[in-house]
């Protein structure tokens, strides 16, 4: 009992401390603190909400309506042997490759919420269905930090690959508590005629959804900022590279990798500099698995009183981080990454990272839609397969 009464008192003063030191960091660097807070907006404006709110009305639709039991009796055939997982997990997969992070963890919950799937299931569909977006990678990542289609490329490719790895891993998670029975999910049922209703709710829960992730990016924006004014992720950085420096990591190398693991958009940028290009693939391919602090920040705040455990999601993106990296080393061997790939898809790539508010919002808007008219194909023939076979079985 003393001791934890000790290490609760522990945690109380150094929780104290770091709210002092962030008070006193605000007071001394406002003026810097405000240029952040005003980027961490603008990267909102410009990429969060047009990449994300589309795809969480989507998300919350495709479960909402019953598309995803739909679909999870197709797909239970590739799911279940796969990731032991049920069918419907298929909708948080997909979602979460398509629309990004936080899209695939907050689809997943909403599986568990509606009895689509048990628990055990949900948190390991956790561990590897919270995935970057292509765009991002693509654009963001390939196009506008290495300045190379081809390396987007092959991030993306490694990056879905490395998931699935993950997936397959955690397939054994739970085992004892998971005796292998299929969760005896609900009848699917269309539900068309509670659609407005539906709609109107999972607008406005988007929306609010959409907030808390802008709070989280302009909070962890500042916060890296005043981390480097106050010297405390330079000089943190300089003791890895101490501690590390026989195995090649230099105070460069752990700054990138500091920020990257507190925010994914700033860590990345820092890889635009110089350093060997194999390096800063393997650390970018991390940086896109682990995801960084702010996105579980984002993912935690979603999992809330859902009673999933973080840890399986948290050691899911670890070992993503790690897979990513291994297989980018491996490809990069066998891809030669300077020579072009076609000038068209140079030319779509590199335009992804340019793209203002309206024509981002309007492109996510249409791809969120055709996600969903593709689910709803999906589900009516489902139906239409169901209904044939009952009436086979009256005659």
């Known amino acids: 009992m003393s001791k934890l009464l000790s290490r609760q008192r522990v945690r109380e003063v150094l929780l104290s401390l770091a709210l002092l030191c962030a008070t006193a960091a605000l007071l001394l660097f406002p003026q810097q603190a405000m240029t952040a807070a005003k980027d961490g907006l603008l990267l909102c404006y410009n990429v969060?909400?047009?990449?994300?709110?589309?795809?969480?009305?989507?998300?919350?639709?495709?479960?909402?309506?019953?598309?995803?039991?739909y679909l999870g009796r197709a797909l239970e055939g590739v799911m279940r042997p796969l990731f032991r997982v049920s069918g419907a997990c298929a909708s948080a997969l997909a979602l979460g490759f398509i629309g990004g992070y936080p899209v695939g963890a907050k689809t997943a919950i909403g599986l568990y919420e509606k009895g689509m799937c048990s628990k055990v299931e949900?948190?390991?569909?956790?561990?590897?269905?919270?995935?970057?977006?292509?765009?991002?990678?693509?654009?963001?990542?390939?196009?506008?930090?290495?300045?190379?289609?081809?390396?987007g490329v092959l991030l993306c490719l490694a990056h879905a690959a490395a998931s699935v790895c993950v997936g397959v891993l955690f397939r054994f998670y739970g085992r004892k508590t998971d005796t292998g029975a299929r969760t005896r999910a609900p009848h699917p049922q269309f539900r068309a005629e509670h659609f407005s209703s539906i709609f109107t709710s999972v607008v406005?829960?988007?929306?609010?959804?959409?907030l808390n992730i802008c709070a989280f990016v302009v909070l962890f924006t500042v916060v890296i900022r005043l981390l480097f004014l106050s010297g405390f992720l330079p000089g943190v950085a300089r003791l890895l590279?101490?501690?590390?420096?026989?195995l090649g990591l230099t105070q460069e190398w752990a700054e990138r990798l500091l920020t990257g693991a507190i925010e994914i958009s700033s860590g990345v940028w820092t890889l635009a500099g110089e350093g060997a290009l194999a390096g800063r693939l393997s650390m970018a391919a991390f940086m896109l698995g682990w995801a960084g602090l702010s996105v579980h920040c984002q993912t935690l705040s979603f999992l809330g009183g859902s009673e999933l455990s973080a840890r399986t999601y948290l050691a899911g993106k670890v070992l993503h981080g790690v897979f990513s990296a291994l297989l980018v080393g491996g490809l990069a061997r066998l891809i030669p990454l300077d020579a072009p790939v076609s000038d068209y898809l140079a030319e779509q790539v590199a335009g992804i990272a340019a793209l203002d508010f309206h024509t981002a919002l309007t492109i996510s808007t249409v791809c969120a839609w055709v996600v969903f008219l593709i689910f709803l194909l999906a589900a009516a023939a489902s139906v239409r397969k169901g209904l044939g076979k009952g009436r086979r079985g009256v005659l």
């Open 48 to 69: 969060i909400v047009p990449s994300l709110f589309p795809f969480f009305v989507l998300s919350s639709l495709v479960v909402d309506l019953g598309l995803a039991g």
């Open 204 to 210: 406005k829960n988007a929306f609010f959804s959409t």
């Open 122 to 151: 949900a948190e390991r569909l956790l561990a590897f269905c919270n995935n970057s977006g292509p765009a991002f990678i693509l654009g963001v990542v390939g196009a506008g930090v290495f300045a190379n289609s081809r390396v």
């Open 241 to 246: 590279g101490l501690l590390f420096s026989p």
